[in-house]
């Protein structure tokens, strides 16, 4: 083995030993960011990085395995040649750059994120546009690749002085020895795949521990696999029909009742007086944390529009987003359904007709309009807007929509464009668009919906020049610029001759950060919602616990609709107070907020409780009190999986 070690595997060698090294201090860096929110102990500072060690290895030996097979096939006369020097310095250049990409790119993804690569990766993976026009306006590119080439440079330099090509160009080895070499690389790395999953990474409570100790282009192609999660096989579960009856117990307001016998139906009739049917504009702001609204203790005075607009409408005080992406936002105010394992319902397949929002809306007459400042290919939102029977209104790069139906898509031309960025035209934009598409309904005769989907607070955080006093580039200023925008849209459509008769819902995504040491931070999910312009409704707060997917069953209670519902949206103000609970999910740990106690399951079939305090969590043992939690917490996320897989979300609705 002497032999192999100072010869022809030198360079082979050699390389491991770096990437080893540059990922200890990427490790090293990455846990100085976040030291603050980790217990420091020697015993778990040794056990985070010695487990990162083997996924490193495990990673090293996979960029380099194309060599492996190179060394391998290369004849015993070629070596030393100029062909097998140019083809050995071409492989250590590809090789190095992914391997440096990668790092530099774990930097700003582990301060957004404080993750390894995970699901948000695979997605920015497959929308490349947005994501390079994104990085091109974030950071400065030239200056990014000129170091990346550098640092190549660099590790080449160190190598040619170390004498590791000499002696791997001048040292000969026969293919017998070759051969065996290759076995035995080939053995170790498959080993390795087969023992090693990001699941073993998981032995602290503490998220940042879990996420220091995985490698991130490991993590990358585990996300890629299991982009979906079937529940049945990674969740633990009760019996069925003990399942729907707890999901239906709960889920029964003071004014339904239920329309079938049938263990796994949901549908129910709601029943009220006095229904009114005015346009309504739902309004989806991308990453609007309450924290930063004065109601919630803000003191930068980030969003004076909002904050006036909450203190003269109706507020939710207890509100909370089912997750971390706009699609999760997207499927929770539409679908109205816990945000299942895996990737959100918006993004998967076999979605057409599903009931939804939409099913309710069309019972009533309304024309449905999606609105999106960006293209709408992004995240599938196109395809899922259009299935539901919603035209649509979007920045087209040439993306069609993905099945023929009978909805329209509208580009928002150039000419109406005043500024734009990778993740498409400013607020203000999408605001004018939005009076656009009203004056046009209005003509229709029938009452419109709206569903606006910003993106101004989004890095890279530029908007038009001249709108406030705050600098571009930061999340600071993008809040203020957007709350400038929609408090100018509201401003504009007052103007407007249906804006008497028109209902407006102000709502985030999602957070602007869920980070945190926990893996689900409940405070990291508490959003704001405003209703505005509804007829007889003066100032009130609701303090009452609301999930995001409870937010448009109430707003439909507010305007008195009798309707068919068969969504796991409830109405807060007609609901029992017992029976408030708010979902949050994490694509593969999911939990229920429910009387002060939050219920946590994952794909581990684990299920943890904590007792929340003053916007602290205790970590809990189950007794009897806590064990109907439990079965509910997993009532809900097991009926909302099972429904889609089976196709029981189809419209079963007569719609006109």
Same mark, same amino acid.
């Given at each position: 083995?002497?032999?192999?070690?100072?010869?022809?595997?030198?360079?082979?060698?050699?390389?491991?030993?770096?990437?080893?090294?540059?990922?200890?201090?990427?490790?090293?860096?990455?846990?100085?960011?976040?030291?603050?929110?980790?217990?420091?102990?020697? +015993?778990?500072?040794?056990?985070?990085?010695?487990?990162?060690?083997?996924?490193?290895?495990?990673?090293?030996?996979?960029?380099?395995? @194309?060599?492996?097979?190179?060394?391998?096939?290369?004849?015993?006369?070629?070596?030393?040649?100029?062909?097998?020097?140019? +083809?050995?310095?071409?492989?250590?250049?590809?090789?190095?750059?992914?391997?440096?990409?990668?790092?530099?790119?774990?930097?700003?993804?582990?301060?957004?994120?404080?993750?390894?690569?995970?699901?948000?990766?695979?997605?920015?993976?497959?929308?490349?546009?947005?994501?390079?026009?994104?990085?091109?306006?974030?950071?400065?590119?030239?200056?990014?690749?000129?170091?990346?080439?550098?640092?190549?440079?660099?590790?080449?330099?160190?190598?040619?002085?170390?004498?590791? @090509?000499?002696?791997?160009?001048?040292?000969?080895?026969?293919?017998?020895?070759?051969?065996?070499?290759?076995?035995?690389?080939?053995?170790?790395?498959?080993?390795?795949?087969?023992?090693?999953?990001?699941?073993?990474?998981?032995?602290?409570?503490?998220?940042?521990?879990?996420?220091?100790?995985?490698?991130?282009?490991?993590?990358?192609?585990?996300?890629?696999?299991?982009?979906?999660?079937?529940?049945?096989?990674?969740?633990? $579960?009760?019996?069925?029909?003990?399942?729907?009856?707890?999901?239906?117990?709960?889920?029964?307001?003071?004014?339904?009742?239920?329309?079938?016998?049938?263990?796994?139906?949901?549908?129910?009739?709601?029943?009220?007086?006095?229904?009114?049917?005015?346009?309504?504009? +739902?309004?989806?702001?991308?990453?609007?944390?309450?924290?930063?609204?004065?109601?919630?203790?803000?003191?930068?005075?980030?969003?004076?529009? +909002?904050?006036?607009?909450?203190?003269?409408?109706?507020?939710?005080?207890?509100?909370?987003?089912?997750?971390?992406?706009?699609?999760?936002?997207?499927?929770?105010?539409?679908?109205?359904?816990?945000?299942?394992?895996?990737?959100?319902?918006?993004?998967?397949?076999?979605?057409?007709?599903?009931?939804?929002?939409?099913?309710?809306?069309?019972?009533?007459?309304?024309?449905?309009?999606?609105?999106?400042?960006?293209?709408?290919?992004?995240?599938?939102?196109?395809?899922?807007?259009?299935?539901?029977?919603?035209?649509?209104?979007?920045?087209?790069?040439?993306?069609?929509?993905?099945?023929?139906?009978?909805?329209?898509?509208?580009?928002?031309?150039?000419?109406?464009?005043?500024?734009?960025?990778?993740?498409?035209?400013?607020?203000?934009?999408?605001?004018?668009?939005?009076?656009?598409?009203?004056?046009?309904?209005?003509?229709?005769?029938?009452?419109?919906?709206?569903?606006?989907?910003?993106?101004?607070?989004?890095?890279?955080?530029?908007?038009?020049?001249?709108?406030?006093?705050?600098?571009?580039?930061?999340?600071?200023?993008?809040?203020?610029?957007?709350?400038?925008?929609?408090?100018?849209?509201?401003?504009?459509?007052?103007?407007?001759?249906?804006?008497?008769?028109?209902?407006?819902?102000?709502?985030?995504?999602?957070?602007?950060?869920?980070?945190?040491?926990?893996?689900?931070?409940?405070?990291?999910?508490?959003?704001?919602?405003?209703?505005?312009?509804?007829?007889?409704?003066?100032?009130?707060?609701?303090?009452?616990?609301?999930?995001?997917?409870?937010?448009?069953?109430?707003?439909?209670?507010?305007?008195?609709?009798?309707?068919?519902?068969?969504?796991?949206? $409830?109405?807060?103000?007609?609901?029992? $107070?017992?029976?408030?609970?708010?979902?949050?999910?994490?694509?593969?740990?999911?939990?229920?907020?429910?009387?002060?106690?939050?219920?946590?399951?994952?794909?581990?079939?684990?299920?943890?409780?904590? $007792?929340?305090?003053?916007?602290?969590?205790?970590?809990?043992?189950?007794?009897?009190?806590?064990?109907?939690?439990?079965?509910?917490?997993?009532?809900?996320?097991?009926?909302?999986?099972?429904?889609?897989?089976?196709?029981?979300?189809?419209?079963?609705?007569?719609?006109?």
């Amino acid at each position: 083995m002497k032999s192999i070690f100072n010869n022809r595997y030198y360079l082979f060698y050699s390389f491991i030993l770096s990437y080893l090294f540059l990922s200890f201090i990427l490790r090293i860096y990455l846990y100085l960011i976040v030291c603050n929110e980790i217990n420091f102990s020697f +015993l778990l500072i040794i056990r985070t990085f010695l487990l990162g060690l083997l996924y490193d290895l495990e990673v090293a030996l996979l960029l380099m395995i @194309f060599y492996q097979f190179y060394l391998l096939i290369t004849p015993k006369k070629l070596i030393g040649t100029f062909l097998d020097k140019l +083809l050995t310095y071409l492989i250590l250049v590809i090789v190095l750059f992914i391997t440096l990409f990668a790092f530099f790119s774990e930097i700003p993804f582990w301060i957004e994120f404080s993750n390894r690569f995970n699901f948000i990766a695979v997605d920015y993976l497959i929308y490349t546009y947005e994501v390079i026009e994104n990085i091109n306006e974030s950071y400065p590119i030239p200056i990014i690749f000129i170091t990346l080439f550098f640092c190549i440079g660099l590790i080449i330099f160190i190598y040619h002085k170390s004498k590791i @090509f000499f002696k791997t160009f001048n040292k000969k080895i026969n293919f017998k020895n070759r051969l065996l070499n290759f076995l035995l690389f080939l053995i170790i790395t498959t080993l390795g795949l087969l023992a090693l999953n990001n699941k073993q990474a998981e032995f602290s409570k503490n998220n940042y521990v879990n996420e220091l100790s995985k490698n991130g282009v490991f993590s990358f192609f585990t996300a890629y696999r299991s982009n979906e999660l079937d529940f049945d096989l990674f969740y633990a $579960k009760i019996n069925e029909k003990l399942a729907y009856n707890l999901v239906k117990k709960n889920l029964k307001d003071n004014n339904q009742i239920y329309t079938s016998n049938k263990i796994n139906s949901i549908e129910r009739k709601v029943v009220s007086n006095n229904e009114i049917r005015p346009n309504i504009i +739902l309004i989806c702001v991308e990453s609007l944390s309450a924290n930063y609204l004065k109601e919630f203790g803000n003191t930068q005075n980030l969003t004076p529009k +909002l904050d006036s607009l909450a203190s003269k409408n109706i507020l939710f005080t207890n509100l909370y987003a089912t997750g971390t992406r706009t699609v999760r936002g997207i499927e929770a105010l539409t679908l109205c359904v816990p945000p299942t394992p895996g990737n959100s319902i918006v993004r998967r397949q076999n979605i057409e007709n599903l009931y939804s929002i939409s099913s309710i809306l069309k019972t009533k007459n309304y024309s449905l309009n999606f609105i999106y400042g960006g293209d709408g290919y992004f995240d599938n939102m196109n395809a899922f807007f259009s299935k539901q029977g919603f035209d649509i209104t979007d920045r087209d790069r040439g993306n069609p929509l993905l099945e023929e139906n009978k909805t329209t898509r509208h580009n928002i031309e150039t000419k109406d464009v005043t500024f734009e960025n990778a993740w498409g035209v400013c607020d203000e934009d999408i605001y004018n668009q939005a009076i656009k598409c009203a004056n046009n309904n209005i003509s229709s005769k029938k009452p419109f919906f709206q569903f606006i989907m910003t993106t101004s607070n989004h890095k890279p955080y530029t908007f038009p020049e001249n709108k406030i006093k705050l600098t571009q580039g930061n999340r600071e200023s993008a809040v203020n610029y957007t709350d400038f925008a929609l408090g100018n849209f509201i401003k504009k459509a007052s103007k407007e001759n249906w804006f008497s008769n028109t209902v407006f819902i102000i709502i985030a995504d999602h957070c602007a950060s869920s980070a945190g040491k926990w893996e689900i931070n409940i405070e990291k999910h508490h959003i704001p919602a405003i209703v505005i312009n509804l007829p007889n409704n003066h100032f009130s707060k609701i303090n009452e616990l609301t999930s995001q997917i409870d937010i448009m069953p109430t707003v439909f209670g507010m305007l008195n609709w009798s309707y068919s519902s068969s969504l796991l949206g $409830k109405d807060v103000l007609k609901s029992d $107070k017992d029976n408030l609970r708010a979902f949050i999910g994490n694509y593969r740990t999911l939990g229920m907020l429910k009387n002060n106690y939050f219920t946590q399951i994952n794909d581990r079939k684990q299920i943890t409780q904590y $007792k929340i305090i003053n916007n602290k969590r205790e970590e809990i043992s189950m007794n009897n009190t806590q064990d109907s939690l439990k079965n509910l917490t997993i009532s809900y996320y097991q009926i909302a999986s099972h429904r889609f897989k089976n196709g029981l979300m189809k419209n079963s609705v007569n719609i006109n």
